[in-house]
């Protein structure tokens, strides 16, 4: 059986930090038995304008507790705890303080993982790269950029002098586009990308399309850096064959035309179109039958989304977070894990290649 937890925050007063430790004591540790790999799915340390390193030691417990039930650990980056990935070893294998009480062999660190279960092939990410794929090499340069904003430091409490400081993690077309960027919007870009966890009040399409307008000049496709072509193909087939169910939207029409002859930058940008009319479709004030059949196609073209910026194949069912919202979609095979912020808390399990979601506690 495999379990899946993500955005549990830890370092931000909402976390939700009480429940998680009741999920260990009362789930995991008297299923152990049970349970062959655990995934933490990102976020599960909250970075971002802290101290880091005190943020780590002071749940060190947690890590070592959940290390020493004899289950594999996953630990797969997301955008709050990008900088855990300088722990990693080319051979994924975590390198530790020596606080950490169990061998690093018990935990992995990595962008993305791929298990099997069931007969089944599940792929594991954070789903920061569903969202912002198109400018991906930004927006995970700023998140870790904001893993190192430090308040208490002057040279380290502007999230742009670090990025600056650090002009390695940017290509060269980025960093021209960002020293473009005026105060007034790298001030926006602060303020929509490092908010506060809770409190926001538009619709996630309506934040998707904010973020768009906010980043759009910092978009950014590099071919060689995407794989899996041909399972992109194929998701593209299996939308457009269906896109007469669809609100006529041009750019889909238009991206039912492109070939695997197509360069990457053409579908690349043709899809970016079609991401964002669909976003935009789902915002119309409809019915709500329609609006839940326009939920189904955003799942479907976020789903395309992530193959863009991950290793994703056609055949895989995608379990992510980031959405802080759980949900089992076996339709387009993807699910969200949820989060444990407040009184919200989830998890996704797997087993006999079933997926399943779950609050805690169970009902």
């Given at each position: 059986m495999i379990i899946s937890v993500s955005d549990l925050h830890l370092g931000d007063p909402s976390s939700n930090k009480a429940g998680f430790l009741s999920f260990i004591e009362e789930f995991l540790k008297p299923k152990c038995d049970e349970i062959t790999d655990l995934v933490l799915l990102g976020d599960i340390l909250d970075l971002w304008r802290r101290d880091s390193v005190s943020v780590i030691f002071d749940n060190l417990d947690i890590l070592n507790d959940i290390c020493s039930l004899g289950f594999t650990v996953h630990y797969i980056i997301g955008n709050h705890d990008f900088i855990m990935k300088e722990f990693s070893q080319r051979d994924n294998s975590i390198n530790l303080p020596e606080e950490f009480a169990q061998s690093p062999n018990n935990m992995t660190v990595s962008d993305n993982l791929l298990l099997n279960n069931g007969g089944e092939s599940f792929r594991f990410i954070?789903?920061?790269?569903?969202?912002?794929?198109?400018?991906?090499?930004?927006?995970?340069?700023?998140?870790?950029?904001?893993?190192?904003?430090?308040?208490?430091?002057?040279?380290?409490?502007?999230?742009?002098t670090i990025l600056q400081k650090n002009p390695g993690d940017l290509s060269s077309v980025t960093s021209e586009k960002i020293m473009k960027l005026s105060d007034d919007q790298k001030s926006q870009i602060d303020r929509k990308l490092a908010g506060p966890l809770i409190g926001h009040v538009t619709t996630r399409e309506e934040s998707i399309i904010e973020d768009y307008n906010l980043l759009r000049n910092l978009t950014e496709f590099i071919g060689n850096q995407y794989k899996r072509r041909n399972s992109i193909l194929k998701e593209i087939l299996t939308l457009t064959l269906e896109s007469k169910k669809l609100i006529n939207i041009?750019?889909?029409?238009?991206?039912?035309?492109?070939?695997?002859?197509?360069?990457?930058?053409?579908?690349?940008?043709?899809?970016?179109?079609?991401?964002?009319?669909?976003?935009?479709?789902?915002?119309?004030?409809?019915?709500?039958?329609?609006?839940?059949?326009?939920?189904?196609?955003?799942?479907?073209?976020?789903?395309?989304?992530?193959?863009?910026?991950?290793?994703?194949?056609?055949?895989?069912?995608?379990?992510?977070?980031?959405?802080?919202?759980?949900?089992?979609?076996?339709?387009?095979?993807?699910?969200?894990?949820?989060?444990?912020?407040?009184?919200?808390?989830?998890?996704?399990?797997?087993?006999?290649?079933?997926?399943?979601?779950?609050?805690?506690?169970?009902?």
């Open positions: 954070h789903g920061h790269q569903m969202n912002y794929w198109y400018t991906l090499p930004f927006y995970e340069a700023f998140s870790r950029a904001m893993c190192e904003v430090n308040g208490e430091v002057e040279e380290l409490a502007n999230v742009w041009e750019s889909l029409e238009e991206l039912a035309k492109i070939t695997s002859e197509s360069s990457f930058e053409v579908l690349t940008g043709i899809f970016l179109n079609v991401w964002i009319d669909i976003v935009r479709k789902v915002n119309i004030e409809i019915n709500e039958a329609e609006r839940e059949e326009q939920l189904i196609w955003m799942k479907q073209i976020q789903r395309i989304a992530s193959m863009f910026s991950t290793d994703l194949q056609h055949n895989e069912f995608l379990i992510h977070g980031h959405g802080h919202n759980s949900y089992v979609d076996h339709e387009n095979r993807m699910a969200d894990t949820g989060c444990w912020i407040e009184d919200k808390a989830s998890f996704i399990s797997i087993n006999e290649g079933i997926v399943e979601s779950f609050r805690w506690p169970k009902r």
